[in-house]
């Protein structure tokens, strides 16, 4: 089994320390890659497991079934049940496995869930229907996003968890020398896991923002309880069954890595989390309950909450690209990442585009013609905005105003060929004043897009940087031709913890995080801690002890 | 400067992931090492700032001089006055140096920090008899663990944050393949500092304890603020001076790394360590400072605080040289090490010596004779006891009783040949009953062993994890002959977080731990965070930045 994927792992390793471009799973659902009728098999797969119980996990009997997810494309419920266990049994089948599962060496165990990766593989396609009736992301992002790119996520945990657990010896002979004698000990030390660890998955990205805690608990050698969001269930608990049946195949105790829904009448995460096993927890959602997370003593907490994304617009060679570049970033998933931008700082004296000096009002107008443009597109529009995953946030965007703001651009239906029903809407556009911070110092989850007319770039900058600082940020995108802005930038922004993408023009989007290349959430702004995949994601999931005895 | 260090570096860094013996300054305080008259000029050095202003600093016009150090060997003050600062004042300092600092490359902080390390070489029995006079500790001790342990510890701090800052690179080209074309974006990544950082030091290991956290947070770019115990300034005022030197020599602001002393009537360090701009906060000292340390929100924390050590005596092959080395543990600087045992946990039923069942009351008076044997050996009583380091301490161990307990060995004076007034007196050791387990899950600081006479070894070691994962342990000593036992020993301390020392007979103790092989304090109990030196030690300290930009 290590010998199956050591070179995987071991490329997944140097791929995380050369950060160049690396992907072990193809994200081109293509024919040609996944096969003639992986497609429709997928989808077949998909419409069948509907109104049915989901009965793939290996956790013994069931206490009930629970299950209310429901599709954002056809707004009808999915009906599928998946078993209920109480937080006390989840808690002690995985307490059950752990004297197991923490003496599996680290380099079997990273074997055994790159095997694992395997059989999710073999479900993209599945998972990929089920991430779309659930999260409302359309079909290229929900293949791409729940697929490939969780997978290539999950396996750069597991390669980080991997290195840092081989990175110092299992045992060495210390010899001390003391002039006519040495003393000599012999050394061992064991990379041991902390207890049992807890995910809370989220409503929009349930395989991608779950994996990389899960398989970084996992190959730490911690007994592992998934908690989806009630609302998306179905795509990580496949991946979870693909996990419980590579542990059973290997003799293992499938409650390594257990599946605990919520109970239709009540919500199970509190119980779990406060239970004093549980020892890890990632978790990704809202700031507020992100918070109460945090608060818990004597837990390891990773974290991928709120933030507020700025765009800077200083200066640029072609403000057209620019602002389809723009458009593209606020439309993708219909605002739902984390990464989507929400706040576009301009100066009140305009964007120098070349030698010329643009206008403020005209910027402002090209932005606003370019989300039009796409959202319209009838090859487009539906494609990349996809539908809205929770009514509240439709009905949201629907009452939007902004006490002495002004509205450039106002929401509107947009047809989707494919399903009438669709929870859909173009992006609105709302221009507030920047001494408002109240205003725009919050994330608006959703197709929504604040412009910010400012003094200058400096305040622009200022501001963006503040709301990093205080309130959080993933991501940041910047337009500038000028070196020192740039150096500015990269200065302050870095000091609030935001990575910045400059100048993206073309089909490349600041909301676009690579696995293996770029860290996704830095842990350097209150967005969070959780940063995929660096070195402290995986070492705060173990403690290194050592034990010595004379030679 | 880089080039003068880099194999002095490299060689650390190789040394950290071999873990075998690795010493950058010698340990042992020969002329011949550190030449004829070294000894006789520290003496000298030492003794002229006895009564005068410590005058080294250039943190610029002091606000005022403060100290109130006392030899605990003399019982008389040392009257040495340092220049004092409001932390309003020194955090200001602190931040007027922070773009400087952190735009200085990994690797050239790494050497200048060495090259500080070499400053600190040239005064090691400066700082040995400014330990003793401080501390209590005797000679040897004091220029060892003051010396060249601390500035190894150091050194294994600088060498682990130049591999963590360096280990990720500093930019690279992102090639996409996209079929008929690829997306190309270059990168770059920062290791951003977290901002100010300070370090409350304590009473008994002034540089030792304190100088890892200062040089990671030094070498990953943070301002640094020492606040000593006011009890035990000047050892680390020299290696602060010593820094300072170097800073000033390469033309960086000396305020880069500061000294901030207590005022005589006021302690600042909840001042400091509640501004807003103080982001990583190392603390080394009691549980209750440090619980409300950790307390603290918006800072990172790396502590040491207390544990509760135990020994676990099943089974050995020469009860009389165990019996020595528990002595010379339990005596060694009075208790006064976080790594001195207390907790003596032997079974009701004996040990078994070879083939022999040993009685569990002869046992216990083997340990009270070798204990009685080392403090009334006059060539070896007073330099393994040193001195008392706070009359408190000497206090309590004088009044020590417990309820339903027996007294095995009493406290009694110890003469010092040198020093006639010296804080000394032999260990005491009472035996108390396992199921008070209040009685000995505390830390008591000082000369002071518990014996607990349990049901068998099963006892013993359920009880040794239980304190440890309860109260916290930095240190654990197991006597067997027994594989299994040994194990299991092993599987349930490593839950514990808490590393084993098997079998120490001779002159290797328990209480040692040793720079680039021990990993000191786990971060798996109560005792702490803070692992000298594992990467979480110094990662903590800076977040990683991305950039991304068309190629």
Redesign the interface.
């Known amino acids: 089994m290590i010998a199956k994927h050591q070179a995987t792992l071991d490329a997944a390793v140097q791929a995380l ?5 690396f992907a072990a799973f193809p994200e ?1 659902p293509s024919p040609d890659i996944y096969g003639a009728d992986a497609d429709a098999q997928g989808r077949e797969k998909f419409a069948a497991m509907r109104g049915q119980h989901f009965a793939e996990l290996q956790q013994g009997e069931p206490e009930g079934w629970a299950g209310q997810e429901e599709s954002p494309y056809e707004q009808v419920s999915l009906d599928i049940k998946y078993p209920f266990y109480s937080p006390a049994t989840l808690v002690a089948n995985a307490q059950e496995t752990f004297a197991e599962w923490r003496k599996v060496k680290p380099a079997l165990r990273a074997a055994l869930l790159t095997e694992a990766l395997e059989g999710m593989k073999s479900r993209f396609f599945e998972i990929a229907y089920a991430t779309m009736h659930t999260t409302g992301q359309a079909y290229m992002m929900s293949f791409q996003a729940s697929g490939p790119h969780a997978a290539d996520r999950a396996l750069e945990a597991i390669a980080a968890g991997y290195e ?1 657990q081989t ?3 299992e045992e ?8 006519k004698y040495s ?1 000599s ?1 012999h ?1 061992t ?2 990379a ?1 896991p ?1 207890g049992l660890a807890l995910v809370i998955g989220c409503s929009t990205f349930p395989t991608w923002n779950t994996v990389p805690g899960m398989f970084a608990s996992l190959v730490t050698g911690n007994p592992t309880i998934i908690k989806p969001h009630p609302k998306a269930v179905l795509p990580i608990a496949i991946v979870v069954a693909e996990v419980q049946k590579v542990l059973k195949e290997h003799g293992l105790n499938p409650n390594i890595c257990q599946l605990g829904v919520d109970a239709d009448d009540h919500l199970i995460t509190k119980e779990l989390a406060e239970d004093p096993a549980i020892k890890l927890i990632d978790y990704t959602g809202g700031s507020q309950f992100g918070e109460y997370v945090e608060s818990l003593k004597g837990k390891t907490v990773f974290t991928e909450k709120t933030g507020v994304n700025s765009i800077i617009i200083d200066s640029c060679n072609d403000l057209d690209k620019v602002a389809q570049n723009l458009a593209f970033s606020v439309s993708l998933y219909s605002g739902q990442m984390c990464t989507a931008p929400q706040n576009f700082f301009i100066p009140a004296t305009g964007v120098k585009v070349g030698d010329t000096q643009v206008p403020y009002e005209e910027v402002v107008q090209k932005l606003s013609a370019a989300v039009t443009g796409l959202a319209t597109n009838p090859k487009a529009g539906a494609h990349v905005l996809g539908a809205i995953q929770n009514p509240a946030t439709h009905e949201r965007v629907k009452q939007l105003s902004f006490d002495g703001g002004r509205s450039i651009l106002a929401h509107s239906t947009v047809d989707n060929a494919t399903f009438k029903n669709a929870r859909t809407c173009s992006p609105s556009i709302f221009e507030v004043d920047a001494s408002r911070v109240e205003q725009y110092s919050q994330e608006l989850f959703g197709p929504i897009m604040l412009v910010i007319k400012t003094k200058d770039t400096q305040e622009s900058i200022r501001l963006a940087a503040q709301l990093a600082r205080e309130h959080g940020a993933i991501s940041c995108g910047a337009y500038t031709t000028d070196t020192a802005i740039k150096e500015q930038i ?1 200065d302050e ?3 609030a ?12 989007y600041v909301n676009q995080n ?1 696995g293996f ?3 996704h959430v ?3 702004n209150p967005a969070g801690n959780a ?1 995929f995949t ?3 994601f995986v ?2 999931r173990f ?8 030679a």
Chains 1, 2 share one sequence.
Request: no cysteine; glycine share 12%; proline share 8%.
């Open positions: 320390h050369g950060r160049t471009f081109n840092e990175r110092f010896p060495t002979r210390w010899e001390k020398p003391m002039g003393i000990l050394k030390w064991r041991v902390k990269m922004m870095s000091l913890g935001t990575p910045v993408s400059f100048n993206l023009t073309g089909g490349i690579a290349s770029d860290f830095t842990g350097g940063s660096n070195p402290e070492i705060k403690t290194w002890v050592g034990f010595r005895e004379p």
